[in-house]
């Protein structure tokens, strides 16, 4: 079954610490991955991409396939990356994204 | 314009009642999205538009009936819905259809049927 798991429902640091926010997934094909970001009282947003491999707002996320993973990473957090993060899969022969549950990114000072 | 606007902002509905959620975006996206988001829970597809033909159904009950009048416009009618319909629904667009493109989501209609 294709499926998207984000273990921690809520992620607590520090200004400065170094954030991930883990995804793991499950699919049989060939995946493409997707970090969406909320912040407060705005829209869902795309954050970055795996394909592109770019870095965004100090973020970045490696694919591991052997490991299934799609973990997102930062290496000091500020106090405005504090939002819900969603890691996405593309699924459905590829007409569709399926959403992971969640994780509540506080950012605290 | 680079937004995906919905309206209303909310919406509170009998069980009886008809009403219908708008969604507009002018950046000449081919593709359109409905999606239903519970509280503290991911968005959930429903429905997917493509060159204004509806291309995915998730098995939503036909309560919920959406509509594509042109490329800029889709809508969702609601017709005897029930308390458990209660939610945020989520408008969406992407340049063309498939999880491959970025999806650019509105603020949402946040519906409490009583």
């Known amino acids: 079954a294709q499926r998207v798991t984000q273990p921690e429902k809520l992620l607590s640091v520090f200004k400065g610490a170094p954030v991930e926010l883990k995804c793991n997934y499950s699919y049989s094909g060939s995946p493409e991955l997707f970090w969406y970001v909320q912040y407060s009282r705005q829209r869902l947003q795309l954050l970055l991409r795996?394909?592109s491999r770019e870095s965004i707002k100090g973020f970045t996320a490696d694919l591991n396939k052997g490991e299934t993973s799609f973990h997102l990473k930062k290496p000091f957090a500020q106090e405005e990356d504090s939002a819900m993060y969603y890691c996405a899969l593309v699924t459905g022969g590829g007409n569709k994204l399926t959403f992971g549950t969640g994780t509540q990114l506080k950012v605290e000072l | 314009d680079t937004e995906v606007t919905q309206t209303p902002k909310h919406l509170v509905m009998g069980m009886t009642n008809k009403k219908s959620l708008k969604c507009e975006q002018h950046?000449?996206?081919?593709?359109m999205y409905w999606y239903k988001q519970k509280a503290k829970k991911p968005p959930e597809l429903m429905f997917v538009?493509?060159?204004?033909?509806?291309?995915i159904n998730e098995s939503v009950p036909s309560r919920f009936s959406p509509e594509c009048p042109n490329s800029s416009l889709l809508n969702l009618h609601l017709h005897a819905l029930q308390p458990e319909d209660s939610a945020l629904y989520l408008c969406?667009?992407?340049?063309?259809?498939?999880?491959?493109?970025?999806?650019?989501f509105g603020p949402g209609t946040r519906l409490t049927v009583t």
């Open positions: 969406a667009s992407s340049q063309d259809s498939g999880g491959f493109y970025e999806q650019y």
């Open positions: 538009y493509s060159y204004e033909k509806l291309s």
């Open positions: 795996h394909i």
């Open positions: 950046m000449g996206h081919r593709a």
